[in-house]
Nanobody, 118 residues
C-alpha cells in the first residue's frame, strides 16, 4: 500500500499557473502508473492525466497544451504543472497510483483544492 499526499492547490486568477505535487510513501513508485483526477462540485471524478513508469504521459483533451504531468522517482513524487488556467479547471485534484504488478494495488490521495477565479 502506497500513501499519497497532494499539495500546491490554492486560488489563482484565470491565465495563471500552479504546480501540484504528490509525494508517495510506503512504497517506491518506480513500478506504478501515476495519475491526476479532478472533481468539481456536483460532478463526477474525471481523469486529467496519467504517466507510466516509463514516463509516457496521457491527457484528457481539454487540458492538452496547458497541463503537464511529470514524475521524479528518486523523490517518489509526481507533479502536475498547470498553466493558462481557466475557470473550468476549478476542482479538487486527486493523486492516483496503481501498481503495474499483480494484484495491481491502487491508492488515492486526499485531494487538494484548485480555484480559478477573478
Amino acid at each position: 500500500q502506497v500513501q499519497l499526499v497532494e499539495s500546491g492547490g490554492g486560488l489563482v486568477q484565470p491565465g495563471g499557473s500552479l504546480r501540484l505535487s504528490c509525494v508517495a510513501s510506503g512504497s517506491m513508485i518506480s513500478h506504478y502508473v501515476m495519475g491526476w483526477y479532478r472533481q468539481a462540485p456536483g460532478k463526477q471524478r474525471d481523469l486529467v492525466a496519467t504517466i507510466t513508469s516509463s514516463e509516457t504521459p496521457t491527457y484528457v483533451s481539454s487540458v492538452k497544451g496547458r497541463l503537464t504531468v511529470s514524475r521524479d522517482d528518486d523523490k517518489n513524487t509526481v507533479y502536475l504543472q498547470m498553466n493558462s488556467l481557466k475557470a473550468e479547471d476549478t476542482a479538487v485534484y486527486y493523486c492516483y497510483a496503481r501498481d503495474e504488478r499483480p494484484p495491481y494495488f491502487a491508492s488515492w490521495g486526499q485531494g487538494t483544492q484548485v480555484a480559478v477565479s477573478s
